[in-house]
């Protein structure tokens, strides 16, 4: 994998104009709107900057929609993870996963109060013919060698070189034993060894040449919010405790203590409360016992040594694709295929595997490591959910700079019961939280598209707390200030302050790199070269869309 100063830059092809489209959501024949351009490469900075200004990615076709005129206006939302606690419907769905891995219990209740549906129909509306029309329209333009040997002869000028990490360390994973092909991490990631039922395991650096994935399995990996194991913190209460006290009491009573404390804490000492130093109540171990569990103890939770079923989360990246993703292609493909069949009502030969990889597999992302980066890596990964030895979900994922961006969902259908879409959902945040860890700058969960106009979207507001992306300003705005306003009006500019402007927006277009004829020059060469002024409209527009810093960075493919 290239290093952060190594990576060759981002380059799209522009589509004049805006394309219409019928509605996923609303069914409006030609109601969707929204500007398109195809990516044939993107570094993960250009595609960060990129969806914080609302654009989106499907397979390798990035589009924005145009919002003051689409039928159904389409905001960026984002989750902060760090500062997330489940609600209680939260908590239900991962208690229901614990209760069927430790003992089998199966609840089929009604599951459409939880949905975590496809993001796909965020994709151009669900409407597939378009983007393959895309696909093979673009296949006709792929970049020559031309391209890669003008890309290799300017990074010689500018005299980068990248120097390999040297990896020795031992191998520690579940008998995966193969080398990363072309794309994985240069630096050494951390697979998880999974011990029996009920124990701990522990993490241990593995080479790079060697492992594939990280894996996690709610049954032995414990992280609490104070870096402390499940089992130690379940020690510490218990040595705290009183044990002369009746082990029970009223909920009233708790609930007293609880508030009592809380003040005693916000008052300063000598105001009623006991001084700094001073002993505290006897109950307060107690009541620490009582606080919430954090989202890792409720996903973590230690199931018994006879527990009826073992789920473990892969992350396995698929562009480029690494040898554990080619290993279980086909067994991920058919699972998609149920789904899209039994969830989606699709015709069994829609889903073809063509397809799957167009939209799920392909990317234009660029493989990257960085220093103070995860130990995975930048880019785009299978977030694969193995039950008992079999796959029974993936979340598709993108792991960017400053989030880890969600871009579709899957599962067998068979474990609808399971709520997967909830589940994964909470999975995925707590997994921003512990990439968060190594790489303090990722700290967002992006949940794709937020559409107040159609109830079945409405859910990724529940996920809190959330922030929607001003679509005039591009700055993140607390979900419940934008909520009144969207009970009004579809489309809505939810930065209140009037004087406010595009702080990013193109300033200097002639400054915006071209990729034409095996050379890269800025526009206001290329527009003196060409002396034709019919391009000139485009290109004002791709400038205004991706703002001036993505302009001068990603490279504007011109024939």
């Known amino acids: 994998m290239a290093a952060w100063a190594a990576v060759s830059p981002s380059v799209v092809e522009y589509f004049e104009g805006e394309d219409f489209y019928r509605c996923g959501y609303c069914k409006n024949e030609s109601g969707s709107r929204s500007h398109g351009m195809w990516a044939h490469s993107l570094t993960v900075r250009d595609y960060q900057d990129l969806i914080d200004r609302g654009w989106r990615r499907s397979g390798k076709y990035v589009y924005k ?18 500062q997330f606690q489940p609600s209680k419907s939260h908590k239900k769905v991962l208690k229901k996963m614990l209760k069927f891995l430790a003992k089998g219990e199966i609840s089929r209740g009604n599951c459409e109060d939880e949905p975590m549906d496809s993001t796909m129909e965020d994709a151009v509306g669900g409407d597939f013919a378009l ?18 040997q003008s890309l290799e002869s300017e990074e010689k000028k500018k005299g980068k070189n990248v120097k390999k990490e040297d990896s020795n360390e031992l191998i520690q994973s579940q008998g995966i034993e193969e080398k990363l092909g072309s794309g994985e991490p240069s630096r050494s990631v951390r697979v998880h060894t999974a011990p029996k039922p009920g124990v701990y395991g522990s993490a241990r650096p593995v080479s790079p040449q060697s492992a594939d994935i990280l894996i996690y399995c709610p049954s032995w990996l414990v992280i609490c919010s104070d870096g402390e194991s499940h089992e130690e913190a379940s020690s510490s209460i218990r040595k705290g405790a009183d044990l002369s006290k009746p082990p029970c009491r009223k909920a009233k009573e708790i609930r007293k203590e609880r508030k009592r404390l809380k003040l005693m804490q916000q008052t300063p000492a000598g105001e009623g409360f006991p001084a700094q130093g001073q002993p505290l109540p006897l109950f307060s171990p107690k009541a620490k016992s009582n606080q919430p569990k954090s989202l890792e103890e409720l996903i973590f939770e230690t199931l018994p040594e006879n527990a009826s079923h073992k789920l473990e989360v892969r992350v396995v990246r698929s562009s480029p694709p690494s040898s554990q993703f080619k290993a279980t292609f086909r067994e991920s493909y058919q699972v998609y295929k149920r789904y899209q069949m039994l969830i989606h009502k699709d015709p069994p030969d829609k889903p073809t595997e063509s397809q799957f990889t167009r939209f799920l597999c392909s990317s234009p992302l660029e493989a990257e490591s960085a220093p103070d980066g995860p130990d995975c890596g930048y880019g785009s990964f299978h977030q694969q959910y ?12 993108d792991i960017l700079p400053s989030c880890v961006s969600s871009v579709y969902l899957y599962y067998d259908p068979e474990y609808s019961f399971l709520s997967l879409g909830v589940y994964s959902a909470l999975r995925e945040i707590a997994f921003t939280r512990q990439l968060h860890e190594k790489a303090p700058q990722l700290s967002y969960y992006y949940m794709g598209f937020y559409i107040h106009s159609c109830p079945k979207m409405k859910y990724k507001g529940q996920y809190r707390p959330s922030d929607l992306l001003c ?27 009037p004087e406010a402007v595009d702080e990013g927006r193109s300033k200097e277009p002639d ?10 020059m800025p526009y206001g060469v290329y527009r003196r070269q060409r002396k034709d002024r019919s391009e000139e409209a485009a290109v004002l527009q791709y400038a205004s869309l991706v703002g001036q810093a993505c302009s001068e960075r990603m490279l504007l493919f011109r024939s």
Request: aromatic content about 10%; glycine content about 2%; proline content about 7%.
């Open 131 to 148: 983007i393959n029309k895309l696909d093979i329209k673009c296949d006709l333009k792929t970049l020559s060698n031309d391209f890669k």
């Open 511 to 520: 400054r915006l790199q071209v990729f034409h004829k095996k050379a890269i």
């Open 65 to 82: 929609p145009v919002m003051h005129q689409t039928c159904c206006p389409q905001y960026t939302i984002r989750c902060r993870p760090l």
């Open 471 to 497: 679509p005039e300003t591009y700055v993140w705005v607390p979900i419940e200030q934008c909520l009144p306003s969207l009970e009004t009006t579809k489309y809505c500019r939810f930065n209140q302050d």
């Open 386 to 397: 193995w039950l008992d030895g079999k796959i029974i979900a993936v979340g598709v994922i």
